[in-house]
């Protein structure tokens, strides 16, 4: 979220009553071993990520968000291409990034505060877990898309060397003030699910 959604948008929506349910046990290819069913990935994709919500410790209703330094090392942070980036322009984003293929999501949570926020030792909580599944609009053909996301909460104080390397600018705004149009990558949907409100 995507991390977060990449383009991706719409309410979440369970599969029907029509077709035996599937349960979250994959390989690369659907089969059975040892008397166990596998299944291949959902068609439309599965992501998994990790977000931190961090406020400030005389403000809780101020989060952190960002506006992203298009020449920090983004793909490798992130998976922000050059092409996302751009996307977001002068839009608002949480410190946020997918799971790297085996990392926990405590050490995803830790690697953000470090490569992004320079914090070598975060004090973060959590995390919760939320799901979605939607439509994809960026691959229409290939079905629901499932996220699978990871939330852990912090307090901020602003560093004394200035705004990270990462971002432009970094800020602890009021989600209330903002609106879904004011944040990319569908952040405001998990401020939504902190309990955060932002203006349709």
Not at 7 to 23: D, I, K, N
Request: charged residues 25%.
């Amino acid at each position: 979220m995507p991390a977060g959604r990449d383009a991706e948008e719409g309410p979440g929506r369970g599969e029907g009553a029509a077709r035996p349910p599937r349960f979250a046990r994959y390989r690369p290819t659907e089969r059975e071993i040892q008397g166990r069913h596998f299944w291949t990935v959902p068609e439309g994709g599965l992501c998994l990520s990790a977000f931190l919500i961090l406020t400030a410790p005389a403000a809780p209703g101020r989060v952190l968000l960002g506006r992203p330094n298009a020449q920090a090392p983004w793909e490798s942070m992130a998976t922000l291409e050059p092409a996302h980036l751009a996307a977001i322009g002068q839009r608002w984003i949480l410190p946020a990034s997918h799971l790297r293929e085996f990392e926990s999501p405590k050490a995803a949570g830790e690697r953000i505060a470090r490569e992004q926020l320079a914090l070598p030792h975060p004090a973060l909580e959590g995390p919760q877990v939320f799901s979605e599944d939607y439509p994809s609009s960026i691959d229409p053909e290939s079905g629901t898309h499932w996220d699978v996301h990871f939330l852990f909460r912090g307090s901020w104080d602003a560093p004394a060397g200035g705004v990270p390397a990462a971002w432009s600018e970094l800020r602890l705004l009021d989600p209330r003030t903002l609106t879904r149009r004011d944040l990319a990558r569908g952040h405001a949907d998990i401020l939504g699910l902190a309990g955060f409100g932002v203006r349709d």
